[in-house]
């Protein structure tokens, strides 16, 4: 199981970003896939998952509205699309597959981990 995180970079607060995770290795359609953050000193937090079926959900009002979770089943791909991104937005971006299908909001609820893209939001 591999799971690739890409599109992270620089932007200035006010821009967007679409990050991307690449998954390989399993079948994609039963897994639920989550996107979470982890900024310098501070714990990792669950942004967003989408399940085996489709259901999405976003875990924290900070990026409601701001954020948006897809996946192309056919490419085996989910996307976190960031738009009107904060400082605060600054963080390690990492994608994360749940053999169950179903969404939890806790990091320890997941199985395979990707290693990460740095999302780095200028003032």
């Known amino acids: 199981v591999q799971l690739v995180e890409s599109g992270g970079g620089l932007v200035q607060a006010g821009g967007s970003l679409r990050l991307s995770c690449t998954a390989s290795?399993?079948?994609?359609?039963?897994?639920?896939i989550g996107w979470f953050r982890q900024a310098p000193g501070k714990e990792r937090e669950g942004l967003s998952c989408i399940s085996s079926e489709n259901d999405v959900t976003y875990f924290q009002d900070s990026v409601k509205g701001r954020f948006t979770i897809s996946s192309d089943q056919a490419k085996g791909t989910v996307h976190l699309q960031m738009n009107s991104l904060k400082p605060e937005d600054t963080a390690v971006y990492y994608c994360?597959?749940?053999?169950?299908?179903?969404?939890?909001?806790?990091?320890?609820?997941?199985?395979?981990w990707g290693k990460g893209t740095q999302v780095t939001v200028g003032s």
């Open positions: 994360a597959a749940e053999t169950d299908g179903a969404i939890y909001d806790t990091a320890q609820r997941y199985d395979y």
């Open positions: 290795g399993f079948t994609f359609d039963d897994y639920a």
